[in-house]
């Protein structure tokens, strides 16, 4: 490593990633973009690592030496793009913010929207900040205290976190309200074998939907995948086929005409909230958590 290497090239190289281009980024900066190739360049020399394919006549495209450079600095980026409003904070006292993270299924979920607008009711001195996180970096992102809290599929086995139990609740199907299955009360893998099936990939929802189907002697195979349940409802909204996912994603899509309806056999999910070991919660955050348990043991209940 060398001393070239400096928070220029390292936005930078966030920007590009995060706006897709070179031109992107040195509008997102004010800068030229020769100032932002050089930036790039000085820090794959510093890094010694090589973070995008430069063949000529084509955009520049993170290789995957880049790609999981990105994933291993984004936290920290962001963290210090933060450092303005920590500082405009502190100088007008008004120190009170809570930094919550979410997976893509409860990021955008009626029970966190509906807990976040109540306690904003209750506390309108205290700023929220919420942050979509995929599950596989949300841990580090905790234990990093770049956020307060986070919200997920439990369990988790890091040991720098502790986990609090939201709500038990368990997959369901997801399909148009004048599909033919509308009228059950419950969907098997029978009664869907003249539909598409699409189901999420690359996730924990999706272990425990196989584990499931596996523990029961049953066999499904997925005719669409996406590694988002958010898109697996949008494709169904669309007509594509029957989803099978969390009963979060489908609350994105209010009057879009879905309907969701039990899954069997049955697959458990548990829904809570990660916090660090070594960073004791202040009583607002405490409070937010109360108010995030009854939204969501509600909506089990509905």
């Known amino acids: 490593m060398t001393k070239r290497l400096g928070l220029r090239q390292l936005r930078a190289f966030h920007a590009v990633i995060v706006t897709g281009s070179v031109t992107a980024a040195a509008e997102r900066l004010n800068l030229t973009q020769p100032a932002i190739s050089k930036q790039l360049s000085d820090l794959e020399h510093a890094i010694r690592l090589r973070l995008f394919d430069r063949r000529s006549g084509r955009a520049a495209t993170p290789t995957q030496q880049g790609l999981d450079f990105f994933r291993a600095i984004e936290a920290t980026i962001v963290g210090l793009e933060e450092i303005e409003t920590i500082a405009s904070d502190i100088e007008h006292r008004n120190t009170t913010r809570i930094r919550i993270a979410a997976t893509p299924p409860l990021i955008n979920s009626a029970p966190l929207m509906a807990a976040t607008s109540r306690f904003i009711a209750d506390h309108p001195d205290v700023r929220i900040a919420l942050e979509p996180r995929h599950r596989i970096e949300i841990e580090d992102w905790v234990v990093a205290r770049h956020i307060d809290l986070a919200l997920a599929l439990l369990p988790s086995n890091h040991p720098g976190l502790t986990e609090t139990p939201l709500v038990e609740t368990r997959a369901v199907v997801v399909m148009p309200a004048d599909h033919r299955l509308a009228a059950q009360e419950t969907v098997s893998p029978e009664d869907i074998q003249d539909d598409r ?49 969390d009963p979060f994603s489908p609350t994105s899509f209010v009057g879009s005409g879905l309907i969701t309806r039990p899954w069997r056999p049955e697959v458990h999910l548990t829904y809570g909230i990660l916090q660090s070991k070594q960073h004791a919660l202040d009583n607002r955050t405490k409070r937010i958590m109360s108010y995030l348990k009854v939204e969501f043991e509600r909506f089990a209940t509905a």
Not at 220 to 245: F, K, N, Y
């Open 197 to 245: 099936l699409i189901l999420p990939s690359r996730q924990p929802l999706r272990t425990r939907i196989d584990a499931a189907l596996n523990k029961a002697g049953l066999h499904v195979s997925a005719q669409l995948e996406s590694s988002s349940a958010i898109t697996c409802c949008r494709m169904a909204a669309s007509g594509l086929g029957v989803a099978l996912c």
